[in-house]
C-alpha cells in the first residue's frame, strides 16, 4: 500500500473538503520532504551534537545550540523540526502543520 492511498484512507474519516485538500497538499509534499529527510538521516545517524549541529550549519537554519539541550531521547523532533523547515524553505507560504504532516509520512515511508 502506497502513502497516497493510506492518506485516501484518513480523508475517508473527514468530512469537509478542507481537510481532504489539506491531507492531498501533504501527499503532493511527501516526494519533496523525502530527499530531504534522507539526507539529515545520513548526516546524523548517531544523533550526536556534533552532527546535529552540522545538519544545522549545512541547511542554514538557525537555533542549533537552543535544539542540542534537547534531551537525547527526543533528538528525533529535533530532526523534523530540522527537516521542516528546509521543506519550508522550498515551500514559502505553505503552513506548518502541512509541512510536518508532509516531513512524518516521509519518515514513516523511508523506515518501511
Known sequence: MNIK????KIVMFFKSGRA???LN???ELVPKALPIVQEI??????KTDQEIL???QT???PGAAQFLATPLAQRGYVLLHLATEV?????????TNILNAAVQ???TGSKA
Open 41 to 46: 538521516a545520513a548526516m546524523v545517524p548517531n
Open 59 to 61: 541547511y542554514a537554519v
Open 25 to 27: 497538499q501533504a501527499a
Open 87 to 95: 521543506l519550508a524553505g522550498q515551500f514559502p507560504g505553505v503552513a
Open 5 to 8: 492511498s493510506i492518506v485516501q
Open 105 to 107: 509520512l516521509a519518515v
Open 20 to 22: 481532504e485538500a489539506v
Open 54 to 56: 552540522s545538519a544545522f
